[in-house]
């Protein structure tokens, strides 16, 4: 590391880190692999020549993958927050993500294989929920609150009523 990020993402996997990277950096944009350090030694959950860190960008936010083993899992007390433009870029992301061992949540959230939490969340989404109108604002988020993946002509719909 050249000049390391002030403030780093570690995100924990079991053995899968690198993995994991690799289909960031093929799905999303301004995402890479950046290095892959094996360990110079035996670990808790791995033999020294081991993958045990793997530094990533996802969508220009710098990661580390720790490769600690199986004692601490992913949940939606975290997640990536995907601001897409359209339904096309809405769709791409969540398909990619579930087409890949990956699971559906509600309102926007999909987990991937690897059990991190991604919201893919359209643009218009947020804008129709934060509608100055109070009343197409609720409809808006009632109709979200129905959905797994957004629909955003759905979204549209209930905005206007």
């Not at 710098?62 to 939606?76: D, M, Q, S, V």
């Not at 804008?127 to 979200?144: E, G, L, S």
Request: proline share 5%; charged share 20%.
């Amino acid at each position: 590391m050249e000049k390391p990020a002030k403030n780093t993402i570690c995100l924990w996997y079991d053995g899968t880190a690198e993995d994991a990277a690799r289909f960031y950096a093929e799905t999303f944009p301004d995402s890479s692999v950046d290095a892959v350090h094996h360990a110079p030694g035996d670990f808790p959950s791995g033999k020294q020549g081991d993958v045990l860190t793997v530094e990533f960008t996802v969508m220009g936010i710098p990661c580390l993958g720790l490769n600690g083993g199986p004692a601490f899992k992913h949940n939606e007390a975290f997640s990536f927050q995907v601001a897409t433009v359209d339904q096309a870029e809405t769709d791409r992301y969540w398909n990619a993500i579930i087409g890949n061992g990956g699971q559906e949540s509600a309102c926007g959230w999909c987990r991937d294989k690897w059990g991190v939490s991604w919201q893919i969340t359209p643009l218009a989404l947020t804008k129709a929920v934060t509608d100055a109108d109070p009343a197409a604002a609720k409809r808006a988020f009632d109709a979200m609150m129905q959905m797994k993946k957004i629909d955003i002509a759905a979204i549209e719909a209930a905005l206007g009523g």
